[in-house]
């Protein structure tokens, strides 16, 4: 078990709504600490585009008065929320990386997940960076820069929402919005030592459509699964702008985190069965936690899901996507593009009709074979990333021999494609000290056992690793 942090930014929104209910702390005092600390992640990191103080605070004291009265708006009344910068924002621009959007606006709406925040009494810290229109693993853009991570800014926060990661782990906020198109709250979480879900697809609505179709989720980044459910009952309300939404949860995913874990039935599978390099240090850790699953009472057996890597038909839908993506520009605003982004719309662009719906053949079948495996298993479990946090400004690792981002991805796209829920927890830290994640996948609609696994791991002390800064030892 691990002790309380002794810094009021590093509490839980679950720890800091407990503490309004008493009057322990305040919504305003939190506020100004989160504030505090996530000025030092930007200077640090360079995790956000913009922190909106004074409209925080204004916020802070309309949930404080709440407080004071006994009357919170909801669940997360008073905690701090920050927003990837792809999420619409009310009020706040909306930049996604890019050279090529404008800052004028206006910017009248929220995106659904924000509104259902916004309606709960969250205090809104700030925007966090993505690599150009979320793009790519890694999080730099030509607009806002490189984004570091919590541990080595040197090294990358991971992407595409790096800098809800790094905001997290350096205690700007508890509660952040990430979005996850082939592994983009998975990755930096796993990279930065925090949690992430993204949900089932359709679970959390999502507006505007995103042009990479139904690959890209909304999800909570958070500091442990107990707040990413608690985020999830308020996210997952339904709004009539998404035509793809699943009808509303008819339970709480906190009351379902006290369920058993004794008794699930995991699979544990090291590679996928593919041919993956996964860095000793990662695997060791990694099996670690697999074995506390055990000892909680799972039945565990190593076994792969017997599936081939889908990664040309990912790459079909993907750049394809990308091509839509800016397929409105004219030259001179193609020539203020990520270079790297460029090439993959071009790709994408060469895909014919027929290219497409093979892929999406591919998907259908990938998502059958999942669903056959989950008839037998309960989680499937894998490093959430073969690797640790590389050199930041860099889509692959120098010497890979990767050419694009997927080739050191390989366990998180195949779960966009098949749209189940997956999670990452951390799980230890490698030589270098840098975080190590374990990925835990449902069948559709499992969100809620996603959920209770990794809350497990965390009750457990499994998930318990040396914060940014302090000493640590290897996994």
């Not at 820069?145 to 595409?160: H, L, Q």
């Not at 709004?239 to 509303?248: E, F, G």
């Not at 936690?289 to 889908?310: T, W």
């Not at 270098?432 to 990925?439: A, M, S, T």
Request: with cysteine; net charge negative.
């Amino acid at each position: 078990m691990t002790t309380e942090p002794t810094r009021l930014a590093d509490l839980t929104a679950t720890r800091l709504t407990a503490g309004y209910a008493t009057g322990e702390f305040s919504p305003v005092e939190a506020t100004r600490a989160v504030l505090e600390a996530a000025e030092a992640a930007q200077a640090r990191t360079n995790a956000f585009t913009r922190i909106d103080a004074d409209e925080a605070l204004a916020e802070a004291k309309e949930s404080e008065e709440r407080w004071r009265r006994g009357e919170p708006a909801g669940p997360v009344d008073g905690v701090p929320v920050t927003v990837k910068d792809l999420i619409l924002t009310r009020g706040v621009p909306t930049l996604r990386g890019s050279r090529t959007v404008g800052a004028e606006g206006p910017w009248e709406e929220d995106a659904p997940s924000v509104a259902r925040l916004r309606e709960s009494g969250a205090v809104f810290v700030g925007k966090t960076t993505t690599p150009e229109f979320g793009w790519k693993g890694v999080t730099d853009s030509p607009r806002h820069g490189v984004t570091g991570n919590p541990y080595d800014p040197a090294r990358t926060a991971g992407g595409s929402s790096g800098g809800s990661a790094a905001a997290v782990a350096l205690g700007a906020g508890p509660l952040s919005l990430g979005t996850d198109g082939g592994g983009s709250v998975r990755i930096p979480a796993s990279f930065c030592g925090i949690f992430a879900l993204k949900a089932t697809y359709g679970q959390v609505p999502h507006y505007p459509a995103s042009p990479f179709g139904t690959l890209a989720h909304v999800g909570p980044m958070t500091r442990d699964a107990a707040d990413a459910a608690l985020m999830m009952d308020v996210i997952t309300g339904a709004d009539w702008r998404d035509w793809s939404q699943l009808a509303p949860p008819r339970g709480s995913f906190r009351a379902e985190l006290a369920g058993p874990v004794a008794g699930l039935r995991v699979a544990y599978s090291p590679s996928l069965g593919w041919d993956v390099p996964v860095a000793p240090d990662v695997a060791a850790a990694v099996r670690r936690a697999v074995e506390r699953l055990a000892g909680l009472g799972a039945y565990v057996e190593e076994i792969d899901p017997g599936i081939e890597d889908p990664v040309e038909a990912f790459h079909t839908l993907w750049f394809s996507g990308a091509a839509r993506v800016v397929q409105p520009l004219g030259e001179a605003q193609r020539a203020l593009l990520d270079p790297g982004l460029r090439e993959v719309c071009e790709q994408g662009a060469r895909y014919s009709a027929l290219d497409y719906l093979t892929a999406v053949d591919t998907r259908m079948a990938l998502g059958r074979a999942m669903g056959r495996f989950h008839s037998a298993y309960d989680l499937l479990v894998t490093p959430t990333e073969p690797i640790t946090a590389f050199e930041a400004g860099a889509e692959v690792p120098a010497g890979s021999g990767h050419t694009r981002w997927t080739g050191w991805t390989p366990f998180s796209y195949p779960f966009n494609l098949t749209q189940q829920p997956a999670a990452t927890v951390p799980c230890g830290v490698d030589g270098d000290g840098l975080p190590i994640g374990v990925q835990l996948v449902g069948a559709r609609h499992a969100d809620a056992l996603v959920l209770r696994a990794a809350h497990a791991l965390y009750t457990a002390g499994a998930a318990a690793i040396p914060a940014p800064g302090e000493a640590a030892t290897p996994a």
